[in-house]
Each structure stands twice: as structure tokens, then as C-alpha cells.
């Protein structure tokens, strides 16, 4: 007899993760359509049902009238085994399909830690692991998010790559999907048409070279229509905001309503690749944010909203949003997830908070000065100091800090700076909050990431970084500092996968067929696992973790243009050493980052926030060299 899904949810906890049919999903009639697409958030449902991005998508693609989009999460170890036992498929949550009888699978990167999740999804839905060894018969396997801007640890098991923002770029994919069906177009001729769409690369059209040292050398395209330089898809205009999202049966990570006020970021943080790779900034004015929130309470129910962005504080007009939206919404509770360090920030948090003040997290991410200047964290002790001063005076009883480890130039003396600015946060909360007053430090260890200036970086090693987390845990634990750490182990594997080549896919199928998975979950994170892969496969995992780069020498990810140029980037890692920072640009003139030349998908110039005042992009006229008055300063 063969085994049901109903009969396998009776067996595992959280059924809810695989049964669909929530308030606001949308399953359409599969005969009735012609473009089939599964959207793949590579962890567990309670983790990808709250990533925006793939909301955005499913809502985008299911509003054409042929196309069903539909979505699949990682199944818990529990399903797994019953899914194995049982000789079930991986199957789609709005139809039960199995995921291989789609066109097209889309998996979402965001961390480099859920790289062994795709290939067990890959698996477990009979989708062959090796790109190489896919036939017709088998979806287009396309990546997209942060973690394709280096796509090459990936590239042996994905068939396309998709850089930058997606919103157009669904609709187009799904009009060449349509076409290719129409015309009965073979496999290897559909992944050559990607390579005419923008922002796609196709990983089987270039071919790796390494030097005589065995060293990374250069990515060669194959045949001619592959372009040497990707370059990534940028929205000019923010779209609508997604106003009617899905709404889980279970509890998620962030459940609540959420509205992307901005997207990008001009701090210039250097160890922060978001901040590069999703440049330039682009606003949501005040009103469509509360026509959004309005929407948003009709269609999901919920009572709580947060405001996202990569830095929500920085937006030109969030005094005026804010007013609006708790005049407007009696009892609305508004989030900010992401704040400066200064008390303008507390300002804000505060006329959001309606009284329930609790906990106020702030980012100051170094102990000293001289370490924030060279990261580019453009703030003071005195601007921590009178935030976390002002928050307790103003009734909150706790401060969160999140700070990083192992930075360029770091020192012990740095870090037992952290020790004493949570130190005297307790003493500023005690003064205000007595005995209520809670302070907790919580620390990463860095992770150089792909174009950022600290892409050349080295990774302390754990030898290196267990003596700096040894000290933060006595200091603080002396001073009533609560404290919280990564362990040094998950990072390295984190900077391996993050700065790898294609070697590096050979030690993840490794990893995987060992039984690593949820690497992310530190329950289930095996550093041995990983260790075996890499001396079986003979990968030097400490030559992409442990040292420091040479701005000369070729990158895995040369081949991908983000935007921020890599003479931009090598001036700011030069200005490391000497702690030398830039001014957000949204304060000043054009920082000359790239981003103030780089054409839009439709291949007129385009216009960045550097150069015309945060907010006001879709204002100017093109080709204008004044706005409002002031020259621009265009390279």
C-alpha cells in the first residue's frame, strides 16, 4: 500500500510545516496552468515563511493568470525519515506536487550554512544533485539572493544564478519558461537563453582556470553569447508593497505584518555586505507605508508591524511616518528591528513603543573608537552612552549590544572595550531601572564576505578567537553583563563557503553525504563532518578562511558586477589600516562607490541615491545635472 502525505503528517511534530492551504496562499488549478514554478527556502518552514523576499515573488508570479507558483521548505529531520521510509517525494505545499514536476525550482540564499539543506532538498525530491547529470525531464534549478554573489561553491549543482533584485526579473522568467513549452525548446537551448537574460549567470557556460600553484586563476566563458561580467538587475522605483501576505498556521520567527520601508543602505559599513550588494537606497514615502499597514491589518489580522530595512532610522521621512502611523492606528504596535547607535534612535523607538518598553537593541559593533573608524562605523562612545541613557530615563529596562570579533587590526584592548561600554550601560540602567535594568552583549565572530572592503580580510582562527570570547565571558559576567557568543567553528565553515571557488562544491556534497544539514542549527551542526569533506576533496579550507587576500590577485566572484566597484573597494580596505572612514553620502557628496554609473536593467543610466538625495530618485530627471539647485557630482 502506498503511504499518503496525510498519513506521514500524523507522524511528525509541526504538521502544519507541509500541509498549505493558509489564510492568503493560493493554489490554483494545475491543469489550468502552463508555467509551473516551486519557490525553495532551503530551512525550516517556521525560518523561510519569513523571509520577505520570497513573499514578494510568490505574490508577483501567482497574479499572472497561467503561472502557479508554489513553495517548499526543508523538511525537519522527523519528515525526513518518514519521507525516506515511505519513498515520498518532496512535494509542494499549495498542490502536493512533487517539486521535480515543476519548470522551474527557485531557491533562496541567504546563508552560506543552508548550502547542505538545497542538495538534501534536491534529494529528497529525485532531482539529480550534479547539475551535469539533469535531463528534460528535470526542473531548471536556479539560485538567487545575497549568497549568489558568489555563486561559484554552489555552481556544480545549480543550472542558472539570479543577481540582484527580482521583482521584473520573475515576470520575464516566466514568459521565457512559457515560450520555451510553446516551442518544445530542449533543455541545454533553455539554459542557453538564459544567458541573454539580465543578471542571469549560467555556471555550465564558463570553465574555471588555476594557476600552476593550484590557485584560482580566472572564469573563462565557453561559448560566445556567455558575457564575461554579470551584472546584477536593480529596481529604480520600489513596487508596491506586498499587502497580503501569507499567514502561517504556526508560529514563524518574525510573525507579525511587516513593510519595507527602504531598501539599500549608504553607512558604508565595511565588513557589511548588504550594505554594498543592495545599494542604491530607494524610500517608501510616509503615506504608502500607512496605506500599506492598512492593508496589511485588513488582510493578515495581525496587531504588530515592523518597519524593515537595513537600517530603518536612516529613512529621510521615519518621524513623520511614525506619527502617521500611530495616529492613524489606535492600536497598532509598531517594530523597529534595525536602529543607529544614538538618541535620536531612541526617539523614535520611543514614540513606537505606546508604554511597552522592554528591550532596546543597538549596534555599536566595536569597543573602541579607533576599531569603529576602521569598519566605518560611524559612531561614538558618547553617542552609545547617552542612547542607552536617554532609553532608561525614558522607562525601557534593557539594552541589547550586538558587536563583532576577529575585525581587521583588532586587539585585546579592543575587545576588553566591550566589556567596559557594557559596563557602564549596567550602571547608566541601574541608575534609571535599579534592579530591573538588564544589559546583554551578544557577539559574531567576522565572516569576510564577497564585495565588501573586507573581501581580502583574514578569519581569526579559534585558537585566536577563543581567548577574546574567554575574556568577554569573565568581564562581563563581573560586571551582571549578560553575554552571548557564535561558536568560531560555525564561522569558519560559514568563510569557506563564502569566499570558496568551485573546488568548494566537492566538499559540500561531501559534508552532505556524511549527514551534514541544518548547519545553521547548532543541535545539528557536525564540524566533523566537515572536516572529513575537505581532506577528502583535498580543499585547503584555511587558504580561503585564514589568511589575507592580495587585492591583486583574481577572485572567485570577479565575474560579478554588484554595483560597487573593486578600485572603490580596495581604497576602503587601504583606509583600514590607518582607521580612515567615509561619510554616508546621504549626509554629503557622492563617495564614488560605482554605484553612480551603473545602468539599469533596461540599459539607460542609472541614477543613484548617492547623488540625489536619499529618497528622491524617481523625482529627478535623467540626464539632469543640477537637482534642486545643487550640481551633482557625476563620474
Known sequence: MTTSIDQLLTRVSKPARYTGGEWNSVTKDWRATTVRIALAYPDAYDIGMSNMGLGILYDILNRIDDVACERVFAPWEDMEAEM????????????????????????????????????????????????????????????????AFNPEPLSPFVDAFFLGEGEDAVVELAGRVREWKRQGTPRAERLRDLLSMPGVYVPSFYEARYDDAGHFAALEPIVPEAPRVIRRRIVEQLPPALVRPIVPFLQTIHDRAAVEIQRGCTQGCRFCQAGMIYRPARERSPEEVVQAARDLMANTGYDELSLLSLSTTDHSEIVPMVNQLTSTFENLKVGIPSTRVDSFSVEVANAVARGKKHTLTLAPEAGSQRLRNAINKLVSEEDLLGAAENAFQRGWTGVKMYFMVGLPTETMEDVAGIVEMGTKVKAIGKKYAGGRAKVRVSTSNLVPKPHTPFQWARQDTAGELDPKHFLLKDGCRAAGVEFSWNDPRDSFIEAVLSRGDRRVGAAIYEAWRRGAKFDAWGEYFRAEYWREAFAVTGVDAEWFAHREWDTREPLPWDHIDCGVTKSYLRGQWRDVQSSGTVADCHHGTCNVCGMQNFDTLSGTPGVADCVVKLGKLVEMRRGARTYEGEALELV
Open 84 to 147: 525516506r521510509t515511505a519513498g515520498v517525494p518532496l512535494w509542494s505545499l499549495e498542490t502536493r506536487n512533487p517539486i521535480r514536476d515543476f519548470d522551474v525550482l527557485g531557491f533562496t540564499l541567504q546563508y552560506e550554512m543552508t548550502y547542505t539543506n538545497v542538495l538534501n532538498m534536491l534529494d529528497l525530491a529525485g532531482i539529480p544533485i550534479w547539475a551535469r547529470e539533469r535531463t528534460g525531464d528535470h526542473p531548471i534549478v536556479i539560485c538567487g539572493g545575497s549568497g
